[in-house]
T-cell receptor, first 115, second 111 residues
Framework: GAGVSQSPRYKVAKRGQDVALRCDPI?????LFWYQQALGQGPEFLTY????????KSGLPSDRFFAERPEGSVSTLKIQRTQQEDSAVYLC?????????????FGSGTRLTVV | GENVEQHPSTLSVQEGDSAVIKCTYS??????FPWYKQELGKRPQLIID?????GEKKDQRIAVTLNKTAKHFSLHITETQPEDSAVYFC??????????FGTGTRLQVFP
């Protein structure tokens, strides 16, 4: 597609529920990133893929967070046993190369609200 | 790890005036510095970027300067317009590709 597509756009989950957030990057983009953006804050790095390989997951806040990109295209961020502090906008971004040479293109994000 | 500080957190200017947002970074290995504009409820959009081998870059009303010795970089918007109103984020990256973002500056341009 023309841009990075994320779904769902909004998600309300009860505390303790599992959620799965999807990211469809720009076709041919090698690198894919997940960021978490709390209200009024800058995006914070969660994890990074180059093709299907997860090269950095240092930003994942706990073992309840899991991301995958099995075929090097679509990626899913899964949050198990959601907590209120997980409420945020989850942004996905892709870039053309694996060297940071090009700026990211962000998706519109998934706004997760845990009640 | 890298830490990026950004200020001011809010900035109000009159239409036609200039706006300057400043960022500092901690990792001397950082070599890529993009700026993003985020309107309310929308995605961050890249507006300009600079690499460590360049001291200044300009694109119409927007310019970015980089001082590697002092580890700071700035965004300059001239002749501001109401549609420039948004939150602006700076970011820094080394060869690890991971962007570390500042905390954002809310710019308001009053007509």
């Amino acid at each position: 597609g023309a841009g990075v597509s994320q779904s769902p756009r909004y998600k309300v989950a009860k505390r303790g529920q599992d959620v799965a957030l999807r990211c469809d990057p720009i076709s041919g983009h090698v690198s894919l990133f997940w960021y978490q953006q709390a209200l009024g804050q800058g995006p914070e790095f969660l994890t990074y893929f180059q093709n299907e390989a997860q090269l950095d997951k240092s930003g994942l806040p706990s073992d309840r967070f899991f991301a995958e990109r099995p075929e090097g295209s679509v990626s899913t961020l899964k949050i198990q046993r959601t907590q209120q502090e997980d409420s945020a906008v989850y942004l996905c971004a892709s870039s053309q190369t694996g060297t940071g040479t090009y700026g990211y293109t962000f998706g519109s994000g998934t706004r997760l609200t845990v009640v | 790890g890298e830490n990026v500080e950004q200020h001011p957190s809010t900035l109000s200017v009159q239409e036609g005036d200039s706006a300057v947002i400043k960022c500092t970074y901690s990792d001397s290995a950082s070599n890529y510095f993009p700026w993003y504009k985020q309107e309310l409820g929308k995605r961050p959009q890249l507006i300009i970027d600079i690499r460590s081998n360049v001291g200044e870059k300009k694109d119409q009303r927007i310019a970015v300067t980089l001082n590697k010795t002092a580890k700071h970089f700035s965004l300059h918007i001239t002749e501001t317009q109401p549609e420039d109103s948004a939150v602006y984020f700076c970011a820094a990256s080394s060869n690890t590709d991971k962007l570390i973002f500042g905390t954002g500056t809310r710019l308001q341009v009053f007509p």
